[in-house]
């Protein structure tokens, strides 16, 4: 496992915030999701080594969490709402519009590797709904038209690359 | 009879223009005074205040706050954990979302006054994974407030000392549950852990006596500590003191976050004065008091029977406009307060769409432990989804009804009664749309119709 010495140096300073080593589960499983983009095979061995476990134990949480991923995605993230207050506001037709601006439907990675578009279940905003989170982002009352400028920047973006 | 004032307490400075979420604009309104004059307390004074003032979790069960600290085993010899529950999953609610982005000083004071007044020198801020820029916040938030020495070794020079950390869930709903927060905070799968131990004041994290408390509760927690916990029992009414932050969404004008006293205001002032009524054009439907898993409301059904106010026995007779927006009005109907989160549907809804979607969420949610909640989530999820995406057929409502009649009750934690409600009061108050929707699916929709399921 290859991580960057400011993820280990995170990952040691993690540690230490738990009486116990297994706490930091969670933690390190974020770190190295945030520098390599899932959580692969060797990951699973590497965490449960450093925490003194078995890789069951990690193989266990990495499974049950929805958010750690044991694939790579597209370069960037596209998270519908899909629960009710969103799909009263028309979650549903903004899913499908980013389906087709990248041409890919859900769960999969779009053709050109860009993105992947997914639904996922409540972020918390459904005051603004419907919402949509590009990465880290929250986009809020996402319409038609806001979907559209989302997806035009995001292809704006990945050509400058 | 026109909604009463807002009050806003806990949101007093959430949209307001100026005010930012860095330590030097919290200290410029006063931030951390009482935190000051709280630690020259003793710690048992806090404790009394908290439960002179009748605050009530404001998660979803509605426990009292000074009861739960009550329960902590102090005797034990081990360390006293506190966790701020800000897993904020439950559907229809978006409370703490503001709370922790605009005002995170708020939160973490009224944190460190909680931890001082139950001897807590560590505590966590369990943060679902889907803020993450929530908890970059709240973490430079509390590296100010530690350069400050509001946090970290001999606060303010008292000798007391305690450690905040942010621990980041990853997308479960279940970690909401106190004991599979827990779970999830020690490196596992969060499993809801069995009862008994009922509480985990007694047997908690690592085995300790644990407080998990709410994000909203424990910003209450730093006003009673200002104010005193009569002043803030006189908030409200009684057996529902302070404020109450409802959050509505879905089919209204203006949804938002409203802070109103607790029991001043009604469902229809709220609905139609504070959220500008119904879309344009249309009517509302049913509404979901308390976050998705209360059971619904159908507006034109009314509630009567008889209810305590003070020491008399009085006769009530509701419709879903007049009922007062509180704990205990809301059980007494057979729903409940929750978590403050209000869902909206107007008559564009098809009830057995709304449910499929009711429905998937559960299924995707439970933890897997209890085989009730497993697989009958799973089949009220496959069912409702049949009846919309499928054949539906006039018998689907009684099947479904077998299904959930068969969770409550028969589970680990609270999430079996939670995936069932809706089901259960869905084909009790609509009962006729479930066995019509096989007729009701053919007729053409509306094309500006959003889809649910």
């Known amino acids: ?161 | 009879m026109p909604a009463p004032e807002q009050r806003r307490i806990i949101f007093k400075h959430i949209d307001e223009s100026g005010y930012s979420n860095d330590l030097a604009c919290y200290l410029k309104h006063g931030g951390y005074e009482v935190l000051k004059q709280a630690v020259t307390r003793p710690p048992q004074a806090l404790i009394d205040e908290v439960k002179r003032s009748g605050l009530r979790g404001r998660g979803g069960a509605g426990f009292p706050c000074g009861v739960k600290w009550g329960l902590v085993d102090r005797r034990s010899g081990k360390p006293i954990y506190l966790i701020v529950n800000a897993d904020e999953s439950e559907p229809g609610t978006f409370k703490d979302r503001y709370l922790i982005h605009q005002d995170p000083h708020q939160l973490i004071e009224g944190t460190m006054i909680s931890c001082f007044a139950n001897n807590v020198t560590q505590a966590y801020i369990y943060i679902r994974g889907e803020f993450p820029h929530g908890a970059r916040i709240l973490g430079k938030a509390i590296a100010e407030a530690r350069a400050a020495n509001f946090v970290g070794p001999n606060i303010l020079g008292t000798g007391y000392s305690c450690e905040i950390h942010i621990h980041r869930g990853a997308g479960a709903y279940i970690c909401g549950e106190e004991t599979g927060l827990i779970e999830s905070l020690e490196g596992k799968r969060a499993y809801p852990r069995i009862k008994p131990p009922y509480f985990p004041a007694v047997l908690g994290l690592y085995q300790c006596p644990t407080i998990v408390n709410n994000v909203e509760t424990l910003c209450h927690v730093k006003h009673i500590a200002e104010i005193g916990g009569e002043a803030f029992a006189r908030i409200g009414t009684a057996n529902n003191t302070g404020t109450r932050i409802f959050c509505v969404s879905g089919h209204v004008q203006r949804p938002g976050c409203y802070e109103f006293p607790t029991g001043t205001i009604t469902m229809g002032q709220l609905l139609n004065e504070v959220c500008g009524g119904p879309l344009p054009g249309r009517k509302f439907k049913a509404v979901i008091p308390g976050g998705s898993s209360a059971k619904v409301l159908r507006f034109g059904e009314r509630f009567k029977g008889r209810r305590k106010v003070g020491a008399d026995l009085v006769d009530f007779d509701w419709g879903v406009e007049d009922l007062p927006m509180d704990f205990d009005s809301l059980a007494l109907i057979g729903t409940m307060g929750g978590s403050g989160g209000v869902i909206v549907m107007d008559d564009s809804v098809n009830m057995v769409e709304a449910l499929a979607n009711i429905n998937a969420f559960y299924a995707h949610e439970s933890c897997g432990q209890c085989t009730p909640c497993r697989e009958g989530s799973l089949w009220m999820k496959k069912l409702t989804t049949r009846m919309v995406h499928g054949p539906a057929r006039a018998e689907d409502a009684a099947l479904l009804k077998d299904v959930a009649d068969q969770i409550p009750g028969r589970t680990i934690c609270a999430f079996g009664e939670a995936c069932a409600w809706p089901t259960q009061s869905f084909l009790a108050k609509f009962g006729d749309e479930f066995k019509n929707h096989h007729e009701t699916k053919q007729v053409p929709k509306p094309t500006a119709t959003a889809a649910l399921v």
């Open chain 1, 1 to 161: 496992m290859n991580l960057k010495p400011e993820t280990l140096i995170k990952i040691d300073e993690v540690i230490t915030h738990y009486p116990e080593k297994r706490s930091a589960m969670m933690p390190l499983l974020h770190l190295i999701q945030e520098e390599v983009g899932y959580i692969p095979e060797e990951a699973i061995t590497w965490v449960a080594e450093k925490l003194g476990l078995q890789p069951i134990n990690v193989y266990e949480v990495v499974t049950f969490y929805p958010m750690f991923r044991r694939q790579p995605i597209g370069r960037r993230h596209i998270k519908v709402c899909r629960t009710l207050s969103c799909a009263l506001r028309g979650g549903y037709q903004i899913c499908e519009k980013f389906e087709q601006e990248f041409n890919t439907h859900r769960g999969a990675v779009s053709p050109d590797g860009e993105v992947t578009v997914e639904f996922v279940e409540c972020l918390a905003s459904c005051g603004t709904a419907p919402v949509v989170m590009v990465d880290d982002d929250l986009h809020e009352q996402v319409d038609g038209a806001k979907a559209q400028q989302i997806a035009d920047r995001i292809k704006a973006e990945a050509r400058q690359r």
